[in-house]
């Protein structure tokens, strides 16, 4: 158990919907990162949050948004679905900036678009 | 444009025996190297890292080599267990601090035969 929490583990939707996924990171990391791993894929990075402040984007598309509560967990948003946004969803934390450190995974959420 | 890059989809390895996991990189600007496992359903879990200044990290059974001039890392396992079968990320992330987000290889999956 790596401490890191998400929640749902499985979403089931319909396109043209609007989803919301949450993470809670280790206790005392204050930073947040989202990756997206699709079919045969690595994980790609979406964005990164530290202390609450987005630090670092990656290929997030516009439909896609971020935030990092005072509590520090965060939660993504995915609206206008479409199928090809199906795929597994991981929320990582690491405890502060910096490049040597290791981040710590969640089990992930798995969306899957109808 | 794939700049970490796992050429090996799969590897098949007797108990007992070594396994070698190899990633190649493109970016000079990545100064420090992870590598992930993961089992189905999970979230990858932190193997083993490596930062640019050493060229070996061992941790029990584990070794990462880095060679710089090459752009390439490789991942022994020794002696490999049948609780190692799992898909293998390379991952690396770029000097400056500014974000240490992480870029992934698209994995190795490694079948340890008993």
């Known amino acids: 158990d790596s401490g890191v929490t998400q929640t749902p583990k499985h979403l089931i939707t319909a396109t043209g919907q609007r989803v919301t996924l949450r993470c809670s990171p280790r206790s005392g990391d204050l930073s947040v990162y989202w990756y997206q791993q699709s079919l045969d894929q690595g994980l790609q990075f979406l964005i990164q949050y530290y202390n609450g402040e987005e630090r670092a984007k990656g290929n997030i598309l516009e439909r896609f948004s971020a935030q990092q509560f005072p509590d520090l967990h965060s939660e993504l948003n995915l609206s206008s679905l479409e199928l090809g946004d199906s795929a597994l969803y991981f929320c990582?934390?690491?405890?502060?900036?910096?490049?040597?450190?290791?981040?710590?995974f969640g089990p992930g959420t798995r969306l899957t678009v109808l | 444009d794939q700049q970490v890059k796992q050429n090996s989809p799969s590897l098949s390895v007797q108990e007992g025996r070594i396994s070698i996991l190899n990633c190649d990189y493109t970016?000079?600007?990545?100064?420090?190297f992870l590598w992930y496992k993961k089992y189905p359903a999970e979230g990858p879990t932190f193997l083993i890292s490596?930062?640019?200044?050493?060229d070996k990290n061992e941790d029990g059974r584990f070794t990462v080599f880095l060679n710089k001039s090459a752009k390439h890392l490789s991942l022994h396992i020794v002696p490999s267990q049948p609780g190692d079968s799992a898909v293998y990320f390379c991952a690396a992330s770029e000097r400056g601090g500014a974000t240490n987000k992480l870029i992934f290889g698209t994995g190795t999956l490694l079948a340890v035969q008993p």
């Open positions: 490596i930062s640019s200044i050493k």
């Open positions: 990582a934390s690491s405890p502060h900036l910096g490049t040597y450190n290791e981040q710590f």
């Open positions: 970016n000079s600007m990545f100064d420090y």
